[in-house]
């Protein structure tokens, strides 16, 4: 399996719910990443796990908490969302912290395209 | 921080043509790596240069690394309708630092058939 798989693709929600993006790999890979995107821009990075500890916080507002329950899967709770975090949001995973820039590179999911309402 | 500056921003071709994509930074990169995303798709990493005046290929793709690691490019010989998307490089920052991937801004190519 090399696949990053992301759920929802796509998701509506309110400025007042609560959701969570879902996000599952099976290819053994310890570093797990969440990526921002807006449209025309390139993926902004927001925080890195390696081996399930929270390794980079990119000064992400706290309405976005993201959980690493194991090794394979990576969560991002969203509470209280402004209409400004409408984008592409985008796991990624490597194999590790420091060989992430090895000669793997990075494999992305689908993406969870967000509109916040 | 790292920061990787991409030319040009939009290129449109003729289909057969050829294509081309720079990144220049101002420090030296300890590698290099290229992503390809295709219009409502996610990035797919094509590769990663990690020598001084590496030079790669991908059937139709080459990719080159600067001697000074400073600049890389990545070009498509007589593209084609499915050459069509962003594609993006993208650089760790200097070491010592947090392993994070910053990406340039992306080329965005269309092809007219």
């Known amino acids: 399996d090399t696949e990053v798989t992301q759920t929802p693709k796509h998701l509506v929600m309110g400025m007042t719910n609560k959701k969570s993006l879902k996000c599952e790999q099976h290819m053994g890979h310890r570093a797990m990443y969440w990526y921002k995107q807006k449209a025309k821009k390139p993926p902004e990075l927001m925080f890195v796990y390696s081996y399930e500890k929270l390794s980079i916080n990119e000064s992400v507002p706290s309405r976005f908490s993201p959980e690493c329950p194991n090794s394979s899967l990576l969560n991002l709770h969203l509470h209280a969302l402004q209409p400004e975090d409408s984008a592409l949001y985008l796991c990624?995973?490597?194999?590790?912290?420091?060989?992430?820039?090895?000669?793997?590179?990075?494999?992305f999911g689908s993406g969870t395209r967000l509109t916040v309402v | 921080g790292q920061q990787v500056m991409q030319i040009p921003q939009y290129q449109h071709v003729q289909e057969g043509e050829d294509f081309t994509t720079y990144c220049n930074s101002s420090t030296t990169l300890s590698n290099i790596q290229w992503y390809k995303q295709r219009p409502g798709g996610h990035p797919v990493f094509l590769i990663q240069l990690v020598k001084s005046g590496e030079v790669k290929k991908q059937k139709r793709l080459t990719f080159q690394f600067g001697e000074a690691k400073k600049n890389s490019s990545l070009h498509i010989t007589a593209t084609q309708t499915t050459d069509v998307g962003t594609y993006f490089c993208a650089a760790p920052p200097p070491r010592g630092s947090n392993y994070k991937l910053t990406f340039g801004k992306g080329t965005l190519l269309t092809v007219n058939p």
């Open positions: 990624a995973s490597s194999q590790d912290l420091s060989r992430g820039q090895g000669s793997y590179g990075y494999t």
